[in-house]
């Protein structure tokens, strides 16, 4: 169920309810453009459920967007990444399955923990971005011994270190978490 308040102290107002699990709800995520919500459960069925603006006409809506039946149940810890085109789940049966938010499709299924996963979550991408390729130039090889060598040994190791942290922070990492006691780290496309 979904309600609203207009404001403290004024009475809650019913905006959706529907029934579409028939075990208890495991976890749930609101999308990052905030028009839905996926819900996932004890049962195999993982739903997308509207999520009304304070500002429409107060209706009571009961029907899902779309149900999905997974024919996995126990999937929690669903997480929607940042840029809401796909979302996860931590399995009891030791996967991690990847979705596509729009449909519910299962676009991937992630094996490496023993024993039931509780957790996903997703890195923020991050928005640095390092200019590497302004800062190369080409430079004349010095002598083997020479300081001048060994500086251009460093920065070319600084250079890699930046290209390494750059693909790091602009990477869609996916983690999820176990009843084994490891976290596992997936890049995700």
């Known amino acids: 169920m979904l309600f609203v308040q207009d404001s403290p102290g004024k009475k809650w107002q019913k905006l959706y309810s529907a029934q579409s699990h028939t075990q208890p709800v495991l976890s749930l995520d609101i999308s990052p453009s905030q028009d839905y919500f996926v819900t996932s459960s004890a049962d195999a069925t993982?739903?997308?459920?509207?999520?009304?603006?304070?500002?429409?006409?107060?209706?009571?809506?009961?029907?899902?967007?779309?149900?999905?039946?997974t024919?996995?149940?126990?999937?929690?810890?669903?997480?929607?990444?940042s840029d809401g085109k796909i979302f996860a789940t931590a399995g009891w049966d030791t996967r991690i399955r990847v979705?596509?938010?729009?449909?519910?499709?299962?676009?991937?299924v992630l094996g490496w923990h023993k024993d039931g996963c509780y957790a996903t979550a997703f890195a923020e991408v991050g928005s640095i971005r390092l200019d590497i390729d302004?800062?190369?130039?080409?430079?004349?090889?010095?002598?083997?011994?020479?300081?001048?060598?060994?500086?251009?040994?460093?920065?070319?190791?600084?250079?890699?270190q930046q290209r390494r942290d750059e693909k790091a922070q602009s990477t869609h990492w996916l983690?999820?978490?176990?009843?084994?006691?490891?976290?596992?780290?997936?890049?995700?496309?």
């Open 46 to 69: 993982i739903a997308k459920h509207p999520l009304y603006a304070r500002d429409t006409a107060i209706d009571v809506y009961s029907k899902p967007i779309k149900i999905s039946k």
């Open 71 to 81: 024919r996995h149940s126990g999937q929690q810890g669903l997480r929607i990444r």
């Open 99 to 108: 979705y596509s938010a729009r449909n519910l499709k299962e676009l991937a």
């Open 134 to 160: 302004e800062q190369v130039q080409p430079v004349q090889e010095p002598d083997a011994g020479s300081d001048l060598a060994i500086a251009s040994q460093s920065s070319t190791q600084s250079l890699v």
């Open 175 to 189: 983690a999820a978490g176990s009843k084994d006691g490891k976290v596992s780290l997936w890049d995700i496309y």
